[in-house]
Nanobody, 115 residues
């Protein structure tokens, strides 16, 4: 299994930016595709961005053009650059493999966007 620790969240005004980080540990050599997920209040967790080991990226329509996922395989670290944030981006953000499989979920990092 792989463990993840997310950081970088906070309170930001609409239009602002944040950069989230995700440190992976454990069975990291097994990681192929890594993803950023979010869970907004009262909603189910959704996958917003993913990156394969080879660097292919995919985004949810709701964040396309605003969010950028990247990874440093040597450091077992992933990133999510979030620009042009909007109130609807308010959520707890998590990273995990895609699919998450049997990996546990980290504590996440909270992002709050004020209007």
């Amino acid at each position: 299994q792989v463990q993840f620790v997310e950081s970088g969240g906070g309170l930001v005004q609409a239009g602002g930016s944040l950069r989230l980080s995700c440190a992976a540990s454990g069975n990291t050599f097994s990681i192929n595709t890594i993803g950023w997920y979010r869970r907004a209040p009262g909603k189910q967790r959704e996958l917003v961005a993913q990156s394969s080991r080879g660097g292919r990226t995919t985004y949810a329509d709701s964040v396309k053009g605003r969010f950028t996922i990247s990874r440093d395989n040597a450091k077992n670290t992933g990133y999510l650059q979030m620009n042009s944030l909007a109130p609807e981006d308010t959520a707890d953000y998590y990273c995990n493999t895609v699919p998450a499989g049997f990996n546990s979920w980290g504590q996440g990092t909270q992002v709050t966007v004020s209007s």
